[in-house]
């Protein structure tokens, strides 16, 4: 009896401990929240504790890239299908990722290796008004915001972290905001402000 209520109560502080997390809600600098931003933790540790996600996909439909904002771990590929009858030519000319897929329909055979952080924006060479943006994170804890502008982060260790936040709406070059986050490993909740957006 002892042993089974020893084990419940462990069950329980495990439950809890993995259910303490960060809650950030994004806005701009008019109040109004700010959906598909990338909220993201760094440090050095959690530098270390970056591996590559599984193959991740940004689709071409409807001549739009879906989604339009793809968060990912430093070392991940990504697959550029093209549902679409006509075909595109993907293309990043950022620092952090060059590479072309020069006029395709259906899959490349083989995906995109994004091996340096930093933000790559893609176009299509045919397609002018196509455009989207993979975030490579050196840090395994992010999150992209929902319409309300809130997201939820979980699974971080306690320690001192750059809280940083990236959105389309931030002029090319510019740095994302960045603040000072000490995380003790109990619940918190933020509101970050992001100002100097394109049309704010």
């Avoid at 510019?174 to 619940?187: I, N």
């Avoid at 918190?188 to 100002?195: G, K, N, T």
Wanted: net charge neutral.
């Amino acid at each position: 009896m002892i042993k089974r209520l020893a084990l419940m109560l462990m069950t329980c502080l495990a439950a809890s401990a993995m259910a303490q997390s960060l809650q950030v809600q994004v806005r701009d600098a008019s109040g109004a929240p700010l959906a598909q931003a990338v909220v993201y933790l760094e440090s050095p540790a959690a530098q270390r504790r970056v591996q590559p996600m599984p193959t991740q996909k940004i689709t071409q439909i409807r001549r739009e890239f879906v989604p339009a904002v793809l968060p990912i771990t430093r070392g991940t590929q990504v697959e550029f299908p093209n549902e679409d009858t006509v075909r595109h030519h993907v293309y990043s000319f950022s620092p952090a990722k060059r590479f072309e897929l020069r006029l395709y329909v259906g899959t490349p055979p083989e995906p995109v290796l994004f091996d340096r952080a930093g933000v790559v924006v893609l176009g299509c060479n045919i397609h002018d008004d196509m455009v989207a943006w993979v975030v490579v994170l050196d840090t395994p804890h992010f999150g992209t915001t929902d319409a309300q502008g809130r997201v939820q982060i979980d699974g971080m260790p306690s320690g001192d972290y750059q809280l940083r936040v990236w959105h389309e709406r931030l002029p090319a070059n510019a740095q994302p905001h960045t603040q000072t986050l000490r995380w003790s490993g109990d619940p918190q909740a933020l509101e970050v402000v992001v100002r100097g957006l394109i049309g704010s």
